[in-house]
Structure formats: C-alpha cells, structure tokens
T-cell receptor, first 117, second 106 residues
Framework: GAVVSQHPSWVICKSGTSVKIECRSLDFQATTMFWYRQFPKQSLMLMATSNEGSKATYEQGVEKDKFLINHASLTLSTLTVTSAHPEDSSFYIC?????????????FGPGTRLTVL | KQEVTQIPAALSVPEGENLVLNCSFTDSAIYNLQWFRQDPGKGLTSLLLIQSSQREQTSGRLNASLDKSSGRSTLYIAASQPGDSATYLCAVKSIFGTGTRLQVFP
C-alpha cells in the first residue's frame, strides 16, 4: 500500500525558533498534500492544502506567514513553523493524495509532535 | 464549506455489544469517505475507505455504509472488544469529523 512518512516524529524547541517538518510520499507521486493540526482531545483541523509547484491554499484563520509550506517536488512537502511559541505546540499530521485507477485516496503520515518551550 | 459531524461524541459500552457510530456531512459532492481510529497520543489508523460509487465496505468486524444523498455514513462494529477502545474519526474531502471517543469495558 501507499506509504507517507513524516520527519521528525517529535521535536522540542525553544520559543522564537523555527521548526521544519517534512512529509514524503514514499511510493507514489502526490500533486496535492494536506497539513493538519491536532490539539489534545480535539479532532484534526485542516491547516492548508499544498500543491506541487504552486502556492499553498490556507484555511481561514491559519497565518500563512507563520506556517510556511513548500511543495517543491511530487514526493515532498515541508511545513515550517516560524518563530514558534508555546501555543504552537501540537500534533501535526500530513497526508498525500493519490489518484488514478478510478480511485482518489488520502494517505496519512504518522504525525509530528511539536513542543515549544 | 464541508462540515462533518459525528454522533455520539463519546460512548462507553460493555464488551460484546454491537455498535453504530454516525458521521454526517453537508456537501454530498465527495470522492470518498474514510474511517480512522486514533489511539491516545498516536497517529491515524485507516479502517475503511468507501469510494463515492460504493455503498459499503467491510473489514472483519467492521462495516461502513455510505449514503451520499442523505449525507451520512455509519460505522458498525460487531461484538466489540476492549481493544476497540479509541477515538473514531470519519473524513470527507480532507475534512475530519468531530470524532467519537469509544470505551469498551470488560
């Protein structure tokens, strides 16, 4: 089956620093990837849709200058949390969209737990 | 904009019961609907994927149905076990539902 990886799986950083999270589709090409954030005991909230070779589409209320998304290749999207603050501490999950053969499916990464001190 | 709601929000049942979890969505123009489980502090485990052209999918004790016209999907869990305890999420067009937190006690 299709596999999506995320790196790192967890990260702890100091307030004010930037953190980059990678999302890779390992065995298929994904023109579209999605980034989600999940706070404790809440559901996943879509942050943005990442399109290869173009600008990401951000959901309402998500600061595009704070959460930088780059989808430079068909197998890699990155999310950079700039000038992180404790309130950015969360579980970040990416997914990659695989289409073809009459199917349209999202495959999810294992998530990255970010803790900002 | 797509909105996805799950009922009930929480459920606690004794082992062996058959369960029905509900998912409703507002925009019926969907590619597919997915059901996931998530254990505390963990990522997502995909359970079932129903394409828009399908009406149901089965995997072991799990059965999911899809009614696009009414904007509903149900996840049926037969003969529940303590190991089924988790949060169950449905997702439609990249939007996740609010989740159902299930606890099955011995």
């Amino acid at each position: 089956g299709a596999v999506v990886s995320q790196h790192p799986s967890w990260v702890i950083c100091k307030s004010g620093t930037s953190v980059k999270i990678e999302c890779r589709s390992l065995d298929f090409q994904a023109t579209t990837m999605f980034w989600y954030r999940q706070f404790p005991k809440q559901s996943l909230m879509l942050m943005a849709t990442s399109n290869e070779g173009s600008k990401a589409t951000y959901e309402q209320g998500v600061e595009k200058d704070k959460f930088l998304i780059n989808h430079a290749s068909l197998t890699l999207s990155t999310l950079t949390v700039t000038s992180a603050h404790p309130e950015d501490s969360s579980f970040y999950i990416c997914s990659a969209r695989k289409t073809g053969g009459g199917a349209d499916t999202q495959y999810f990464g294992p998530g990255t737990r970010l803790t900002v001190l | 904009k797509q909105e996805v709601t799950q009922i009930p929000a929480a459920l606690s049942v004794p082992e062996g019961e058959n369960l029905v979890l509900n998912c409703s969505f507002t925009d019926s123009a969907i590619y597919n609907l997915q059901w996931f489980r998530q254990d505390p502090g963990k990522g997502l485990t995909s359970l079932l994927l129903i394409q828009s052209s399908q009406r149901e999918q089965t995997s072991g004790r799990l059965n999911a149905s899809l009614d696009k016209s009414s904007g509903r999907s149900t996840l049926y869990i037969a003969a529940s076990q303590p190991g089924d305890s988790a949060t169950y999420l449905c997702a439609v067009k990249s939007i996740f539902g609010t989740g159902t937190r299930l606890q099955v006690f011995p």
